[in-house]
């Protein structure tokens, strides 16, 4: 089927309509100003002063007054008035919590899918040593992290998929203590949602914690007399919980840099469904009015197409969700038009999309893919689409944004994993390096150093 033939329907019923879901911009005529504005999204909000200085004031008081912080912050900002020691989820909630048997078997299905991507992680970072050089071994100890807390968000919606995208990694990894953190049901009962809870007693994950979100992460930061205190913060959340977790570095808290608004890129040609390609762009454009999409396409034809089927497919959202949809494919995003597909490569690395989908023709996937070096996650093909990573797949879900896929990565077991190197040496291999010790002690000035190798060739 010709291009002009597959498409002459789609053509006409854009023409007719005038409408256009998707914002469209060229590639190639785009200045270098506005390549950065494409590429910069989201992050002037995280890093917001006046946000910066409403978390820090909520920081600060959590630093200062514990619980009861952390108990203002959820009468003020989540309207729950709650006394410290019901920020816990009890026991009894987390056996008595239950979720319709499909959604059971969906979140078994999802754990077994976890356990067993992150086990081939496990199985791949053994301790490990080799000698090299006669009586010089050299290697690593893997080790988990000693405390881990997961921030799973609530508000808009709530998330038991983020739960067990950030618990089956940390529980495989083997962190032994770990604390779960998410804010109550926006119904203003205090509740946890049962789904979140169902995710955490199949995991064995007993501290469990209803809080404000910034709070929360500034709680697991510091400690309180209810919720432990941790060494490192991971999970994905709106930008006062990025910007929490950003602040928390200050106090020697290690967090994931950043997992804030959904965004994604569709990388397409002739080849892919129009109608499949919509739907795909629709799936993460629900997200919200802060999340991004892009399609990136070399073909005028295919984005019209697409064009065409949003329109139809956003009808059948509901209003909220078609709202986010336009916001994500309209003013923060939209289609991408490249000359080439080596064109399209370079704006998703430049980019670094979260979550990319490529819908390219059989013969054309694998020299894409070589391109491809800067993302989150890579699905590949129309059968391969962005809702089965979120929820089954076993990849990792929470996946870097705002660029930061650049130099990061996922959240998986290795997120919760640390190095620590181990060396042996024997006398002989000493007296090889002296002469290395001696000079380098000498140029940096470092009199103590040289003086800890001569001392070992002298006489007792």
Known sequence: ???????????????????????????????????????????????????????????????????????????????????????????????????????????????????????????????????????????????????????????????????YQLGVPATVAGVPTLALV???????????????????????????????????????????????????????????????????????????????????????????DPRLVAADLLNEAEHGTDSTVLLVTPSVALADAVDAQLLVQLAHLPTVRAQAARAALGSNGGCVLVGHLAEAAEVANRWAPEHLQVAVAAEAEAELLDRLVNAGEILVGQTTLFSAGNFVIGCPASLPTGGFAHVSSGITADTFLKRTAVARADAAALARMTPTILAMSAHEGFTAHARAAQIRQEPA
């Open 1 to 163: 089927m010709t291009e002009s033939y597959r498409y002459a329907g789609v053509r006409r019923e854009i023409a007719s309509s005038f409408m256009s879901v998707m914002r469209r911009t060229t590639w190639a005529t785009m200045d270098e100003s506005s390549r950065e504005g494409l590429c910069a999204r989201g992050l002037e909000a995280i890093f917001d002063a006046e946000l910066k200085a409403a978390i820090g004031r909520i920081i600060d008081d959590v630093r200062a007054n514990g619980d009861e912080a952390v108990c203002r912050a959820l009468r003020d900002f989540d309207k729950v008035t709650l006394e410290p020691h019901q920020l816990k989820a009890t026991r009894d909630e987390l056996d008595a919590a239950s979720v319709a048997p499909e959604v059971d078997a969906a979140i078994d299905d999802a754990i077994a899918h976890l356990r067993a991507f992150n086990d081939q992680l496990m199985a791949r970072a053994a301790d490990w040593s080799f000698q090299s050089e006669p009586g010089l071994t050299v290697g690593e100890k893997i080790t988990p992290i000693s405390s881990a807390g997961l921030f799973v968000p609530s508000g808009k919606a709530s998330y038991p998929s983020v739960a």
């Open 182 to 272: 998410v804010p109550p049901m926006p119904d203003g009962s205090g509740r946890i949602d049962p789904a979140v809870l169902v995710v955490c007693r199949k995991l064995g994950i007993t501290e469990v914690f209803r809080v404000n979100g910034p709070a929360g992460v500034a709680a697991l930061g510091f400690g309180t007399a209810t919720i432990p205190q941790v060494r490192k913060i991971v999970g994905p959340g709106s930008p006062p919980v990025a910007c929490a977790q950003v602040e928390m570095q200050r106090y020697g808290v290690a967090t994931m840099m950043i997992l804030g608004p959904t965004e994604s890129i569709v990388i397409a040609d002739d080849s892919a």
